[in-house]
């Protein structure tokens, strides 16, 4: 395992729109020592096709295709093929500022994490940024973070040398990220934050409100089937999260 290297994991299903644009937000990094695994599950849109070409451009990209679907699953299998020291997650449509991998490893190394997030910006669906910025706190525990999922799956990275690589892998539910901090937070680790806009989430217009209910299903099963809450304990930390939930949007 190189010291210093990061493999950065994109699970990939039906992203030819976008994926080139979020491969070259990896390639513009000012942090060099990396690989790229792009872990393609059952696309049919000639998004395989685009990986491969991607892959001919840069020796660091790696493309595994795989036959199981779902992107807990497909960053599992891109965590299982991984040979370096940081693990960094990307979702296939989001972008990463240049210095985003240079200033997050510095951040950790400087503050002993084992488990960091940055801020963000919302994007449009053509990743024009809005102007709404999420702020971080600078620490998250296991409490503190079942009532403020601010940690957003494009902004976090593990040390694996502060954290088994075995604990890192994703269950598979719905919500399946949310869970792995919780699950993480749970074994006493602390989240640190580096309150600095580093990536661009990029949010499709279409589909908004369904995609809102869906997301309030899938915490209120998290408390209830994941963390195995009471009901009235479950309440009690589902208002705190739609409240600040709804404050990062506004």
């Known amino acids: ?86 693990i960094a997650f990307l979702d296939a449509d989001d972008l990463w500022k240049p210095e985003k991998l240079e200033k997050e490893i510095r951040f950790m190394q400087e503050t002993n994490a084992a488990f960091a997030f940055t801020g963000y910006e919302f994007g449009d669906e053509n990743a024009a940024p809005t102007g709404k910025i999420v702020h971080v ?44 901090w919780w699950s993480v937070l749970r074994q006493g680790y602390l989240a640190h934050g580096l309150n600095e806009n580093l990536v661009l989430y990029r949010r499709p217009t279409k589909s908004l409100s369904s995609n809102k209910i869906e997301a309030l299903r899938r915490i209120w099963n998290l408390y209830r089937k994941w963390e195995k809450l009471s009901f009235f304990k479950s309440c009690w930390y589902f208002i705190n999260w739609a409240f600040r939930a709804v404050g990062r949007r506004i």
Do not use: C
Not at 36 to 43: C, D, F, K, M, R
Not at 45 to 73: F, H, M, N, P
């Open 137 to 180: 706190p600078e620490t998250l525990n296991h409490k503190q973070a079942m009532k403020n999922t601010t940690i957003f799956t494009s902004t976090v990275m593990f040390d694996t040398n502060l954290i088994d690589k075995e604990k890192l892998f994703m269950p598979n539910i719905k919500s399946e990220d949310t869970a792995l």
């Open 1 to 86: 395992m190189s010291e210093g290297k990061v493999s950065i994991i994109i699970p990939v299903h039906n992203a030819k729109n976008y994926i080139d644009e979020t491969v070259n937000s990896v390639l513009s990094q000012t942090e060099k020592d990396w690989e790229l695994i792009l872990a393609e599950n059952g696309s049919d849109d000639g998004t395989a096709e685009e990986l491969e070409r991607l892959s001919l451009t840069d020796e660091r990209i790696r493309v595994l295709r795989l036959t199981t679907k779902g992107a807990a699953l497909a960053r599992n299998e891109g965590l299982k093929a991984s040979k370096g020291r940081y």
